[in-house]
């Protein structure tokens, strides 16, 4: 009897352990990806406040095309977009990037060195992304928040990632 306590413990343990094994490793593989993910909705944000630096965009552009109002006037589109590349306008979720085709990454292959025959150029056919712009209440508004969320598959898992920044009508 107490042998067949002590096995049952001993398969509990290590079910459990393999279960904490495959969970890592199901993380470990979409590590490339976050990283993606992560450096996609820096560059959609850094690329929104360089169009206000640069006067390309007027303040009343950096908006949804519908938005909270139904009719925001701005040039970002609404909801989940496909990762396309930036079109004329060099801005990321505008009207003109569904010419511009997907994006794009090259990862290091087998040798883990960028630069190599060995790289892999990926195409993000997987990601969509959204830019969320918002005025903020009681800001006359001078002051809005910028929502990139961007999704993917991970094997059997979506993933999401969201970035939330604030910016101003004064540069």
Known sequence: ??????????????????AVLATGM??????????????????AIEAVFSARQSGKLTWAQIK???????????????????????GVDGLVN???DTTAGLETVTLPGTDQQLGTADDQVITLAGFT???????????????RSIVVTIKYQSGPTSRTYTLTTYISSYS
């Open 1 to 18: 009897m107490e042998t067949v306590i002590a096995l049952g413990v001993l398969i509990t343990g290590v079910l459990g352990a393999a």
């Open 26 to 43: 199901q993380n470990l593989s979409s590590s490339p990806s976050d990283v993606v993910t992560t450096q996609k909705a820096a560059e």
């Open 64 to 86: 949804n095309v519908t938005g909270a109002s139904g009719n925001d006037g701005g040039v970002f589109l609404d909801g989940l977009q496909p990762l396309n590349l930036s």
């Open 94 to 96: 505008t009207a003109d």
């Open 129 to 143: 992304r959204e830019i969320m712009i918002r005025d903020i209440a009681g800001e006359n508004g001078q002051l």
